[in-house]
């Protein structure tokens, strides 16, 4: 066997509860800000799509879990919808909305499969944005007493719980492009929204190791490796920045307790540096996790010579339409012209994830780390009842050989989580772009193992390929 991965490694795959739910109106689930957001700026999502049936998980997740057992996973990914649980963000729990995920982590339980819990993927109720969201120090409070209701209701099944999913491109997208909700371009408002992050992180955190409740708490961070475009010292000096920027800003914190020096820098030349308050609260040595999720998609290369700010997010799968950041005078993203891309503009850069895992360790030595999400988006087509993925296969192979070597070398990489399960709602990409084992026809929602999954399928259950 080329790659052996160490005993108890767990081959999973990841969701999110509003890309898979659906029932959205559902047993008193009260609306995120998602919903509110795309029936107010129907354009900003591909095609138009909405999460309003998804892949009805919430009706077949029995279906589901049945699948995931039958193709060898032992770990599942999820997120709970905050306002399944809490309509109004805070106040009374839903009963109903609580019945269903202990339905959820019963069937899990009974299959053998291990959950791995983000309490917090985006789907914030609409009704603390409208109390001014994550900018009101109210919304930070009000996440822990979610998550403490989490613990207590399912902590009997759950022993892996992760705070926030990728606090970074929730705050790039949700306060400086406007892509997501609440659709701002506000920096400054964007510096608020990150130390609130981390504090409420810090807060999950802290209250789950005073409940004494049995398990492991951490947190999910999108990390990319950035790398110069020439060895030439302003290229240099500008990788450095765009790192402090896009990684580092939230992983120093939780890691070192600190934000990076680069970023601090930067935010006092736009007048945005947090507090000394905001600072306290975001970089509390209460919120050292017990262990990271790293989300890893694609590496990205800068340049210094950005003369204008900008950005733009390929959604439509429109091969050869570049991805583009950057920062007038700063920084800007550039195309690797020996780069694979994605026909969504996403280098497949394998190597990355070893640097990356290479690097978290070097930072923190002695924490378990876990690949929560690594995929690739593909416009997957149906065949004579068929979904043949020879990319995904590959792209799926070239990393798990990457976390193997990175294992090899000392790294305490504990397991994979393949995003996704299913093809699913893929926030401004619509549904055209597919990132599933499973292939959900739209019309019918049936589910259709492609290629991909029985080649994992044999990987789970080998240990290894
Ligand atoms: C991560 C998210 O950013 O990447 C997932 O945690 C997301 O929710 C995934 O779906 C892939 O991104 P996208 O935009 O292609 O769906």
Request: proline content about 7%.
């Amino acid at each position: 066997m080329e790659c052996r991965f160490p005993e108890g490694f767990v081959w999973g795959a990841a969701t999110a509860a509003l890309q898979v739910e659906g029932a959205l109106d559902e047993d008193g689930r009260g609306p995120s800000v998602w919903e509110v957001f795309l029936r107010e700026r129907p354009g900003r999502v591909f095609g138009g799509a909405t999460p309003a049936v998804a892949c009805d998980h919430y009706h077949r997740f029995a279906e589901d879990v049945r699948l995931m057992r039958e193709f060898g996973l032992t770990g599942y990914r999820l997120s709970i919808a905050w306002p399944r649980l809490f309509p109004q963000g805070d106040g009374p729990l839903n009963e109903p909305g609580a019945a269903f995920y202990h339905r959820l982590f019963d069937a899990l339980t009974a299959a053998g499969i291990e959950p791995n819990v983000t309490l917090f993927h985006w789907d914030l109720p609409q009704a603390l944005a409208d109390r001014g969201g994550w900018e009101n120090p109210a919304t930070v409070r009000a996440f822990v007493q979610y998550a403490e209701t989490c613990y207590r209701l399912f902590g009997d099944r759950v022993r892996r719980w992760s705070t926030l999913n990728e606090p970074s491109w929730m705050t790039l997208h949700g306060w400086l492009t406007g892509l997501h909700p609440p659709g701002r371009r506000d920096p400054a408002a964007a510096a608020r929204v990150s130390t609130a992050l981390l504090a409420a992180h810090a807060g999950a955190v802290q209250t789950f190791r005073q409940s004494g409740i049995p398990g492991a708490i951490g947190i999910v961070l999108n990390l990319s490796p950035v790398l110069p475009a020439t060895e030439r010292p302003e290229d240099v000096a500008a990788a450095r920045l765009a790192d402090a920027i896009l990684n580092r800003w939230f992983s120093d914190p939780v890691l070192h307790g600190a934000f990076p020096d680069e970023g601090l820098a930067l935010c006092r030349d736009f007048g945005i540096a947090p507090s000394p308050d905001e600072t306290a609260r975001a970089t509390s040595p209460a919120g050292r996790p017990d262990f990271l999720g790293v989300n890893y998609y694609y590496p990205t290369h800068v340049a210094a010579d950005a003369t204008a700010t900008a950005y733009h997010l390929n959604t439509s799968g429109a091969r050869g339409e570049d991805c583009a950041l950057a920062l007038a005078g700063r920084f800007r993203s550039v195309r690797n012209p020996a780069g694979r891309y994605t026909d969504w503009g996403w280098e497949i850069f394998p190597d990355g994830l070893y640097l990356l895992l290479k690097n978290v360790h070097t930072q923190a030595p002695a924490l378990p780390l876990y690949v929560t999400e690594n995929g690739i988006g593909l416009a997957d087509r149906l065949v004579d009842g068929e979904v043949h993925d020879p990319e995904r296969i590959a792209f799926v192979r070239g990393h798990l050989a990457a976390v193997h070597r990175a294992i090899g070398e000392g790294v305490p990489v504990r397991g994979y989580y393949l995003w996704s399960l299913l093809d699913n709602f893929s926030w401004s990409n619509g549904y055209r772009k597919r990132y599933g084992l499973f292939h959900v026809d739209r019309a019918t929602l049936r589910r259709l193992p492609k290629d991909s999954a029985s080649w994992y399928r044999d990987v789970a259950r080998a240990n290894g390929f």
